[in-house]
């Protein structure tokens, strides 16, 4: 299990507010209601957000990314928090070093990288593989005085 703050790849913390270049929006953030409707809107949100700041070409991997992290909180950290109206918050940050996906949650728990259990073909728990194949790094961090944010970095890189 990964100690708080902990890395897959290279080390670094997310983006956190300094101006985009180009005068364009460094930020964005949106509630998401753990539902079916809340991950679609999250997608939409995602790919809108992104094509407003000319990354049309970061869209699907951007998607995916949002996808498999709300997930994640939906099933391992909304189920244990105090009560209340599930929901986790998707963030997005445009900086010189690239773009930052976050969501936050209410549980305490680090997430659970398992990549080399043998089990390509499993339905379940290949989100953070998916992740960690899509992002130039990700990682976590505590948010006291309960929960934490997992976040990811795609470089903003035209695709070759």
């Known amino acids: 299990?990964?100690?708080?703050?902990?890395?897959?790849?290279?080390?670094?913390?997310?983006?956190?507010?300094?101006p985009a270049l180009?005068?364009?929006?460094?930020?964005?953030?949106l509630r998401v209601a753990c539902s079916g409707?809340?991950?679609?809107?999250?997608?939409v949100f995602t790919r809108d957000t992104l094509r407003g700041w000319s990354l049309d070409h970061r869209g699907d991997d951007a998607a995916l990314v949002i996808t498999e992290l709300i997930s994640n909180a939906v099933t391992h950290a909304v189920p244990s928090?105090?009560?209340?109206?599930?929901?986790?918050?998707?963030?997005?940050?445009?900086?010189?070093?690239?773009l930052t996906l976050t969501v936050s949650d209410p549980g305490d728990d680090a997430p659970v990288f398992n990549p080399s259990d043998g089990s390509a073909l499993r339905e379940h728990g290949r989100g953070l593989c998916i992740v960690d194949a899509l992002a130039e790094e990700?990682?976590?961090?505590?948010?006291?005085?309960?929960?934490?944010?997992?976040?990811?970095?795609?470089?903003?890189?035209?695709?070759?």
């Open 22 to 29: 180009g005068g364009r929006p460094a930020a964005a953030a």
């Open 1 to 18: 299990m990964p100690e708080p703050g902990a890395t897959r790849r290279s080390g670094g913390l997310p983006y956190t507010g300094r």
């Open 81 to 98: 928090a105090a009560a209340g109206p599930p929901e986790v918050r998707l963030g997005l940050a445009l900086g010189p070093g690239g």
């Open 37 to 43: 409707e809340g991950f679609a809107r999250a997608r």
């Open 138 to 160: 990700w990682g976590w961090t505590p948010r006291p005085p309960a929960g934490k944010t997992v976040w990811a970095t795609l470089s903003t890189r035209p695709l070759t």
